[in-house]
């Protein structure tokens, strides 16, 4: 057998269902390398070694019972800092709420026990999560392994960097803008943010704005995939409601799509310029290769909406940080970007804040009719490599911060807006001041509920011409 880390997420629960290793084995070989590892790479914000060791203790007289047993038994996979695990703690990158112990568990903890998942750690998050950078005052920078004088991204930057270092084969991850996609692409993995509503936010949480999806962050399709299936059951009372899968949504990676009409778009959405690696194009140039290989037409996509359009992303945005209860002296505690955030969402009225939801919903029917007759758009995943630790953080000037974010990120947040899915997978890499990165692709449906076809496009990619799974330096 591989080394346990070797293992995809697939891979490691059939070994240990074939008793080819133990769960106890695998929580302690996982928590060894979180050890020795996550600190240069800040994936960890914190390990919980006697949470996991209790779970693997449990799966192990699971095993010896026999029976039916979850997809994912004695598989690590950690929850992000900004989700609720109860008795762990719960600080969402942030000084402010440093100490804090999650009272119960959020749905999707739920549904990852179940599935057997063993609960390593809470990764690092920028604060609340706002961020397409990982660089919170309270725990390590996220770095991609590729590259450590690089950011991993953000907000899922700790669990990106933790399936990129290969601690675990699969992280919890959420994407509110691109939180899932922005760090996959900058450490070589693949991330999909689902369909508005697909993973739900119950049985405590609301769709609120309806930006944010759960999801992971995995190095193959087929482990995206299989974590849908888990993820995607609904809990009582959801606001949304969509059609399940054929069969599983793992079973569509076996199932190449029909001819597709793919629109390819490089000009950045919500600016009016920015500049575009030249690794960041290349990668697209191997996708479209690739796409008319597998007998998809491949045409050129409009622009959906304006960028000064775009800005109706902003009151929700700053609003939902807003909402964060905290005390009013805890704002001094707040990093710049989140202070500014959080009065930019003071400025704004109900009415404003009602107009932005109704022009976001616009939007939805702008791209509709921008890319009518398109199945699927292709796009960079980010429009340069990611930034050195430091040097997109701007806390003298939050809002240069918040632009230099929009150019690094000008194609993920308008998936968030109109709903649809969009994957990312890293198809590219190439040598960047002496150092190998992965550049990844954006494959973004026109329609809700697309994640069958997705998956089944970026499977075929993926067989077509497999990715190295992580940097060859991860020992």
Known sequence: MS????LDALGLAAAVRAGDVSPDEVARHTLERAERLGPAVGAFAHLTPDLALEQAALAGRRLREGGALPPFLGVPVPVKDLTMVAGQPFEAGSAALRGTIAPADDGVTIRLREAGTL???????????????????????????????????????????????????????????????IPAAACGLVGLKATRGRVSKGPLGVDGAGLTVDGVLTRTVRDTAAFLDVLSRPWPGDHYLLPG??????????????????????????????????????????????????????????????????????????????????????????????????????????????????????????????????????????????????????????????????????????????????ITVPLHREEVDGRVLPFGVQLGATR????????????????????PTGPVAVG
């Open 119 to 181: 609960m390593v750690g809470k990764t690092t998050t920028p604060e609340l999560g706002l961020p397409a950078y990982t660089e919170p005052d309270v725990a390590p920078a996220a770095r991609t392994p590729w590259d450590p004088r690089r950011s991993a991204g953000g907000s899922s930057g700790g669990a990106a960097a933790a399936v990129a270092a290969g601690i675990v084969p699969a992280a919890h991850g959420s994407d509110g803008g691109g939180s899932i996609r």
């Open 245 to 422: 899968p054929r069969e599983t949504f793992l079973a569509a990676c076996d199932r190449p799509p029909r001819r597709l009409r793919v629109g390819v778009l490089t000009q950045p959405i919500n600016v009016h310029d920015a500049t575009v690696h030249p690794g960041a194009l290349a990668a697209v140039d191997r996708a479209v290769g690739l796409l008319e290989g597998l007998g998809h037409e491949l045409t050129g996509a409009a622009v959906p909406f304006s960028p000064e359009d775009w800005e109706s992303f902003n009151p929700l945005w700053a609003v939902g940080a807003l909402s964060v209860p905290l005390p009013p002296e805890a704002e001094e505690l707040l990093v710049p970007l989140t202070r500014w955030m959080r009065e930019r969402g003071r400025r704004y009225s109900g009415v404003d804040y009602a107009r932005a939801v109704a022009a976001v919903q616009g939007l939805a029917r702008s791209a509709a009719t921008a890319w009518a007759g398109l199945d699927v758009v292709l796009t960079p995943a980010l429009a340069t490599p990611p930034p050195i630790v430091g040097t997109m953080r701007d806390d003298a000037d939050p809002a240069a911060d918040f632009e230099a974010q929009k150019a690094f990120t000008p194609w993920t947040s308008p998936w968030n807006m109109i709903g649809a899915p969009a």
């Open 448 to 467: 809700l509920g697309q994640e069958e076809l997705l998956l089944g496009l970026a499977a075929a990619l993926e067989e077509a011409d497999p990715w």
């Open 3 to 6: 080394d346990i880390h070797e």
